[in-house]
């Protein structure tokens, strides 16, 4: 369907529907309203045995949990071999007054076709001794948001929701969110792509994007309609052939590879590294419900209200939860656990309380277990939500930070301290 007679059909649905909804529904922002609930143990087998040995999780519990995650809520990770990877260069210059280089490269995924196409934006610290960490993060606007350089290459994507009345979105307007001499400066790589490269950013029967390419393996693999790869699968997956890419770029350490995302892009961060062992770690920036909050808290955004607005991001299977979460086989403390003993941070804002920091909070708790048993400090002993401004923990590190749902420079210092001492000193 084209996009201009998607949105005439769409528009007066849309208002009257969440018209409606807005009024029948109301978030709850009140704590003594969320109730009790049990979460489940991370180190309990469906079978109920318990896991007491870091190969009774390596070779048991954590593919189990994988494939329930994948079955009920994101949709089944499609492999690499749906794609047929290309990538050309397409620039090359040095920015930052010689300190930095940066280049635009696109990565046909199905060559030699020239679409779908990621175009990726990558950052080089310009003097290192040696193959460098890096940081891949996706960008919701495209490309030329992240800087005013009139030379960054303005992604086409006819199907893309991101736009300023239709047109690409200006160069530079989310370039606070972006600290990108400061991420080279402290010796880091920074590559972006525009999510809705990989899969444009609405409901069309996963038609469009990657999906064409991984329907074959799903026709062939007989996956169930209800649990195929649903948006925020096929973001993860277009950022895993970012990473096949990045692997192979010799300023790159390939085993130093980080994913980070923020809100819906934290979300994917979060189960791009779940499914992808490869990255080094993940960054979570004010991810929320469906990504770092408990589902079970229901406090802000609830599954519920994601079904009503959101849906593709998940399976069509998810929805079958949403009348009561508590019967989800699983909560989000258990996402973040199938990234152990990888390094992640989860980021809160004070001001972001549609994506629950508490919950956000609770969940990187909820996943030390698995830490420790696999032999890392976790989150380091750390048993309440810290103040402001305060990061706190280990191998699993949090913070919340006043302000609002943003990236911050704030956040990024905090980041690359984490990195420094989790990722690259490794
Ligand atoms: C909405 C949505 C969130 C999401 C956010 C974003 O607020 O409800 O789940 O994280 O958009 O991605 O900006």
């Given at each position: 369907?084209?996009?201009?007679?998607?949105?005439?059909?769409?528009?007066?649905?849309?208002?009257?529907?969440?018209?409606?909804t807005?009024?029948?529904?109301?978030?709850?922002?009140?704590?003594?309203?969320?109730?009790?609930?049990?979460?489940p143990?991370?180190?309990?087998?469906?079978?109920?045995t318990?896991?007491?040995?870091?190969?009774?999780?390596?070779?048991?519990?954590?593919?189990?949990?994988?494939?329930?995650?994948q079955?009920?809520?994101?949709?089944?990770?499609?492999?690499?071999?749906?794609?047929?990877?290309?990538?050309?260069?397409?620039?090359?210059?040095?920015?930052?007054?010689?300190?930095?280089?940066?280049?635009?490269?696109?990565?046909?995924?199905?060559?030699?076709?020239?679409?779908?196409?990621?175009?990726?934006?990558?950052?080089l610290?310009?003097?290192?001794?040696?193959?460098?960490?890096?940081?891949?993060?996706?960008?919701?606007?495209?490309?030329?948001?992240?800087?005013?350089?009139?030379?960054?290459?303005v992604?086409?994507?006819?199907?893309?929701?991101?736009?300023?009345?239709?047109?690409?979105?200006?160069?530079?307007?989310?370039?606070?969110?972006?600290?990108?001499?400061?991420?080279?400066?402290?010796?880091?790589?920074?590559?972006?792509?525009?999510?809705?490269?990989?899969?444009?950013?609405?409901?069309?029967?996963?038609?469009?994007?990657?999906?064409?390419?991984?329907?074959?393996?799903?026709?062939?693999?007989?996956?169930?309609?209800?649990s195929?790869?649903?948006?925020?699968?096929a973001?993860?997956?277009?950022?895993?052939?970012?990473?096949?890419?990045?692997?192979?770029?010799?300023?790159?350490?390939?085993?130093?590879?980080?994913?980070?995302?923020?809100?819906?892009?934290?979300?994917?961060?979060?189960?791009?590294?779940?499914?992808?062992?490869?990255?080094?770690?993940?960054?979570?920036?004010?991810?929320?419900?469906?990504?770092?909050?408990?589902?079970?808290?229901?406090?802000?955004?609830?599954?519920?209200?994601?079904?009503?607005?959101?849906?593709?991001?998940?399976?069509?299977?998810?929805?079958?939860?949403?009348?009561?979460?508590?019967?989800?086989?699983?909560?989000?403390?258990?996402?973040?656990?199938?990234?152990?003993?990888?390094?992640?941070?989860?980021?809160?804002?004070?001001?972001?309380?549609?994506?629950?920091?508490?919950?956000?909070?609770?969940?990187?708790?909820?996943a030390?277990?698995?830490y420790?048993?696999?032999?890392?400090?976790?989150?380091?002993?750390?048993?309440?939500?810290?103040?402001?401004?305060?990061?706190?923990?280990?191998?699993?590190?949090?913070?919340?930070?006043?302000?609002k749902?943003?990236?911050?420079?704030?956040?990024?210092d905090?980041?690359?301290?984490?990195?420094?001492?989790?990722?690259?000193?490794?």
């Amino acid at each position: 369907m084209k996009k201009t007679s998607f949105l005439f059909a769409a528009l007066p649905a849309a208002v009257l529907f969440f018209g409606f909804t807005a009024l029948a529904w109301e978030a709850n922002y009140d704590e003594s309203r969320v109730g009790t609930f049990d979460l489940p143990d991370p180190l309990v087998c469906a079978d109920g045995t318990p896991v007491t040995t870091p190969e009774e999780w390596t070779q048991k519990r954590r593919g189990e949990l994988w494939e329930l995650f994948q079955n009920n809520m994101y949709g089944v990770m499609p492999p690499k071999q749906c794609a047929h990877l290309e990538s050309e260069l397409l620039a090359e210059k040095s920015v930052f007054g010689g300190k930095a280089v940066q280049r635009q490269v696109v990565l046909y995924l199905n060559a030699p076709e020239e679409t779908p196409r990621m175009n990726l934006l990558i950052y080089l610290p310009a003097n290192a001794q040696g193959p460098v960490p890096a940081i891949l993060a996706p960008n919701f606007m495209g490309n030329q948001t992240v800087s005013e350089d009139p030379d960054i290459i303005v992604p086409e994507v006819p199907d893309a929701t991101r736009t300023e009345s239709g047109e690409p979105a200006g160069r530079g307007v989310k370039k606070s969110r972006w600290a990108v001499e400061k991420i080279t400066d402290r010796g880091y790589a920074l590559v972006t792509v525009y999510y809705e490269e990989i899969d444009p950013d609405y409901d069309d029967h996963r038609q469009n994007g990657v999906h064409p390419l991984l329907r074959a393996w799903e026709d062939k693999n007989n996956i169930p309609t209800e649990s195929r790869a649903a948006t925020i699968t096929a973001w993860a997956w277009g950022l895993s052939r970012a990473l096949d890419y990045l692997q192979t770029v010799p300023q790159i350490d390939p085993a130093k590879v980080t994913v980070m995302g923020h809100s819906r892009l934290g979300k994917t961060a979060l189960w791009t590294a779940a499914c992808d062992q490869r990255f080094a770690a993940s960054i979570s920036n004010d991810s929320g419900c469906g990504g770092a909050a408990l589902t079970r808290r229901e406090f802000g955004e609830t599954i519920a209200s994601m079904d009503r607005s959101l849906w593709w991001w998940f399976c069509p299977k998810y929805s079958t939860y949403v009348p009561d979460p508590n019967r989800l086989p699983f909560d989000q403390h258990e996402l973040i656990a199938l990234i152990a003993p990888r390094p992640v941070y989860i980021a809160s804002a004070a001001e972001d309380r549609w994506a629950d920091p508490k919950g956000e909070f609770l969940s990187a708790l909820g996943a030390d277990p698995v830490y420790r048993l696999l032999g890392t400090d976790g989150i380091a002993g750390v048993t309440e939500q810290p103040p402001l401004d305060t990061p706190v923990g280990g191998t699993i590190h949090y913070h919340i930070r006043t302000g609002k749902h943003d990236v911050t420079d704030y956040d990024w210092d905090q980041y690359l301290d984490f990195l420094d001492k989790y990722v690259r000193g490794k």
